[in-house]
């Protein structure tokens, strides 16, 4: 099935982003401060969810996918590749993400498992690495090149 959906740059302190961010348990405390790209997402006029990421040089940080409107019908992952394919075209080489209960979403869309010594140290030093997200989180890769 495919998703007709439209995605528009919003900024990182923008409200609704970040109570969809808060609802869903995500990590909000360093977006104020944030230079990340983040995106709301919608289709047919409807708001359905947000995405995000920050470049560290070739890196990419995933920061959010966040559906709000409708589950289970492809909507993350059409939010998810529209904003890959952003950051891949911005120069991004190689995306990251951390999760703590979403592993299986992120890897049917070709994220791998990494162990945190094969992190780079530019996601270490990232506040969501190693103050906002649980050390329990999942670290995850995907190489765009």
């Known amino acids: ?76 992952r059409a939010i998810a590749e529209a904003v890959l394919e952003h950051a891949r075209g911005e120069g991004g080489e190689v995306a990251f993400l951390l999760t703590e209960n979403a592993a299986g979403f992120f890897a049917a869309l070709g994220f791998d498992q990494i162990t945190r010594e094969q992190t780079p140290a530019v996601i270490k030093s990232h506040p969501q690495y190693d103050r906002l997200c649980a050390e329990t989180a999942v670290i995850m890769q995907k190489r765009f090149v």
């Open 1 to 76: 099935m495919t998703i007709d959906l439209t995605i528009s740059p919003i900024l990182a302190t923008d409200r609704k982003f970040l109570t969809a961010l808060a609802l869903n348990n995500l990590p909000t405390a360093d977006l104020a401060t944030s230079r990340g790209h983040y995106f709301s997402a919608v289709i047919n006029g409807q708001l359905v969810g947000y995405g995000g990421y920050e470049s560290l040089g070739r890196a990419v940080l995933l920061r959010s996918v966040v559906v709000v409107a409708v589950r289970k019908v492809g909507v993350g």
